[in-house]
């Protein structure tokens, strides 16, 4: 397998470690002011929005979305670019419904404010645990991905080898996210996004050049090299089962604003307003990265060949690499290649701060601390929890590499829209809602969405199933969404009128509603 | 700022939410932002769907030719990345115009009432 490596090994490594230095010095240099809990989980409430949005950018497009997208358009067309605009148009939901009001009544995490007019301890536990689901599943897959990027980047073919390359990297996130806090993972994931965005913008203008700046004439190449004109519309990929890339869709564009790294995003501004201005960047940058995408896929259909992208190590993740050493030699595959690494560490950082700040933050600060930790106490905790998270999140990567996990992704949004997005959505507009209502639709949405994949062609029962040589799978569709999710909704409903007897704080709701729509009382921006 | 993690947010009871919640000027903002945001949401993920199973459902129309080799799937995939650009820009408009000076309004009076308020988090 070696031997089909292109590139220099060398360069990539020299190259990756110059990124790792430069974002070094300044996780460093964020962290002199890493004190109170406003400090470590929410950066102080410092960022600018178009800083926030950019770091948004950075935490969101994931190795899947840059290697994974590109890939998937080379080999199997049009299919692969769905994928994206589900990723993009899901921010709408995140823009109008969620992001400004969410900013202004909660503090650290989701949790915050699924609790807020609700009872505490109930909701916060259910909180916290789809929380610490959606980071696993989401994180699990990003580490188990970084063991096909190492033999396809590093040219480490050895399972020890890779092993290694996994820990060195969890090793340095942990380094990131203890010492830098949500400063320091911000400003990893904003340099991140401006070298990946900027990456991706070079080569398509390069691909284009190629074409004459005629993106009709590449897609006429990309058909003439695959020498199949079926890439160009819908099918390939999702012809056979259109129910089950419904069940898809809706997950993604549903997930997203459920996502709890990405809300907690949103608490590293100082005002609502800028919660806003955060999302608008990011939906111009998401935007237009995914626009690349659709032309560096196809780009990499047509220069490098789908047959020669199939064969390399690491499959259809090698396209864009491949591209960009046919493009731009060893120097630019050395460039993409320690971004697609800058790519891995900067989402893993996101989750690992996520779930920390979920676990201290809601569980132990909040439940059992009742509210009340030690001064000082709850940052500690946290800082334990990264270490915990960040070697559990090696030692899954190690034992997942080379599994195909790959639906753990598109699973990580399921659950989020099932499990989160009906409670947000409910408790920020509808005043009815209840403990109740909150409780059954995160429950049976967390409970729906897993138990449909454990017995889904996913995990059995399938050619590519995680599981192979046994069949357990009931469930016909590798997607849950689209019955988890209208489940949780309507659990939502039930359970409310169900619990209507018990009456909740009815001051509670209108200071969550006021305040929602106001930001009076938001938490301000610490001065240092 | 401390670690204190109880409740959500500095709690303020000196104000009285409920009678906020009744005062004209704040059902103007509600009704502002609810008029727009759910519908908008809502159109948008109607046309979102409808792409979705135009792709799942009718392959053929997805490949009809337009511009050259361009053809009618890749033009509304398109289509959606510009309409997701617009939906965003009205949507800052209409916030800029229609929701911040209501909400700015609603806030100074608020902090006037209690002046151990932070004005500076809520600029």
């Given amino acids: ?528 | 700022m401390g670690d204190d993690a109880l409740g959500t947010g500095t709690s303020m009871r000196t104000v009285d939410y409920e009678a906020v919640q009744r005062t004209a000027e704040f059902r103007e903002l509600k009704r502002r932002h609810r008029s727009f945001v759910l519908p908008v949401t809502a159109a948008a993920l109607v046309w979102y769907l409808v792409y979705v199973v135009l792709a799942g459902w009718a392959h053929d129309f997805m490949a009809t030719p337009v511009l050259g080799s361009i053809n009618v799937g890749i033009l509304l995939g398109i289509l959606q990345v510009v309409t997701t650009f617009a939906i965003t820009m009205i949507y800052v408009g209409y916030a800029n115009r229609r929701l911040d000076p209501l909400a700015e309004d609603i806030r100074s009076d608020l902090e006037g009432v209690d002046p151990d308020l932070e004005p500076s988090g809520a600029r």
């Fill in chain 1, 1 to 528: 397998m070696g031997g089909t490596n292109v590139g220099s090994p060398l360069l990539n490594i020299a190259i990756f470690g110059v990124f790792v230095l430069i974002t070094l010095v300044i996780v460093f240099r964020a962290s002199r002011n890493n004190r109170t809990a406003a400090d470590y989980y929410a950066a102080g409430r410092s960022f600018t929005g178009p800083q926030n949005g950019s770091a948004i950018a950075g935490d969101y497009l994931s190795a899947a979305s840059f290697l994974g997208i590109c890939g998937a358009i080379a080999l199997n067309g049009y299919d692969g670019f769905l994928y994206s605009i589900g990723f993009l148009v899901a921010w709408l939901v995140a823009l109008l419904l969620v992001a400004e009001l969410l900013r202004n009544t909660g503090r650290f995490t989701m949790a915050d404010v699924l609790s807020f007019r609700l009872r505490q301890r109930p909701v916060r536990i259910a909180a916290a645990i789809t929380t610490l689901v959606v980071c696993f599943f989401y994180l699990l897959a990003q580490m188990a991905g970084a063991g096909g990027l190492v033999a396809l980047l590093l040219g480490i073919d050895e399972r020890a080898g890779q092993a290694v390359v996994i820990a060195v990297v969890g090793a340095l996130m942990i380094l990131y996210v203890l010492v830098g806090g949500m400063k320091g993972t911000t400003w990893v994931q904003i340099i991140k996004a401006v070298l990946l965005i900027l990456g991706a913008g070079v080569m398509t203008v390069w691909v284009l050049a190629l074409f004459g700046f005629n993106f009709s004439g590449l897609l006429d190449n990309a058909v003439e090299v695959s020498g199949n004109p079926a890439i160009l519309a819908p099918g390939l990929q999702y012809g056979n089962n259109p129910v089950d890339f419904l069940s898809l869709g809706l997950a993604l564009v549903l997930g997203t604003a459920a996502l709890p790294h990405v809300l907690m995003r949103f608490y590293t501004v100082p005002t609502a307003k800028e919660a806003r201005r955060s999302v608008v960047w990011a939906i111009w940058l998401i935007g237009i990265f995914y626009v690349f995408t659709l032309v560096l896929g196809y780009g990499a259909a047509a220069i490098v060949g789908p047959e020669t992208i199939r064969n390399a190590p690491g499959g259809p993740n090698s396209a864009a690499p491949l591209l960009a050493f046919e493009l731009g030699g060893p120097v630019l595959l050395g460039i993409i290649s320690a971004v697609a690494f800058a790519t891995i560490l900067a989402v893993v950082a996101g989750l690992t701060i996520t779930a920390a700040a979920s676990f201290s933050h809601d569980i132990y600060a909040s439940v059992v601390k009742r509210g009340e930790p030690k001064p000082g106490q709850e940052v500690k905790v946290a800082r334990w929890t990264v270490v915990v998270i960040g070697i559990l999140a090696i030692l899954g990567g190690i034992v997942a590499n080379g599994q195909n996990v790959a639906f753990l992704v598109a699973l990580a949004f399921a659950v989020a829209a099932s499990a989160n997005l009906p409670t947000i959505i409910y408790s920020l507009f509808w005043r009815g809602f209840n403990t109740t209502g909150a409780m059954w639709s995160m429950i049976g949405g967390l409970a729906s969405a897993v138990i449909l994949i454990v017995f889904s062609p996913a995990v059995s029962g399938g050619a590519t199933s995680m599981i192979q040589g046994v069949d357990f799978h009931w469930f016909p569709l590798a997607n849950p969404g689209i019955v988890s999710i209208p489940l949780a909704f309507l659990l939502g409903v039930v359970g409310t009128l169900v619990g209507r007897r018990r009456l909740e704080d009815p001051v509670k709701a209108a200071e969550m509603e006021v305040r929602s729509l106001t930001g009076v009382g938001a938490e301000p921006a610490t001065r240092h």
